[in-house]
């Protein structure tokens, strides 16, 4: 199994930045993807990006062109950043951490809130 732990939400304005981490630890050698996925208010959870530990990422179209993922890796942690820019109030939702290890195992971390406001 592995652990998740992200930061970085908070409260922005329309036009502002933010960038989430998402770090992952355990059993990081069987990763797979790493990804984020946002739950809106009253919506159904949406794929934002992913990223294989050895591809290209995918970006998810309301947000393409404003935000990029990325990764780094060491012996014992895997961790996952996406870097929203331009964001608007459309964006607001709570971003969860997702990764996929061989074995189709599925892991969350526990949410972390991004609010769009002036």
Do not use: H
């Amino acid at each position: 199994q592995v652990q998740l732990v992200e930061s970085g939400g908070g409260l922005v304005q329309p036009g502002g930045s933010l960038n989430l981490s998402c770090v992952a630890s355990g059993r990081v050698f069987s990763i797979y993807t790493m990804g984020w996925y946002r739950q809106a208010p009253g919506g159904q959870r949406e794929l934002v990006a992913r990223i294989k530990l050895t591809g290209s990422p995918e970006i998810a179209d309301p947000v393409k062109g404003r935000f990029t993922i990325s990764k780094d890796s060491d012996k014992s942690t895997s961790t996952v950043y996406l870097q929203m820019n331009s964001l608007k109030p459309e964006d607001t939702a709570v971003y969860y951490c997702n990764v996929v290890s061989y074995g189709a195992q599925i892991d969350w971390g526990q949410g972390t809130q991004v609010t769009v406001s002036s």
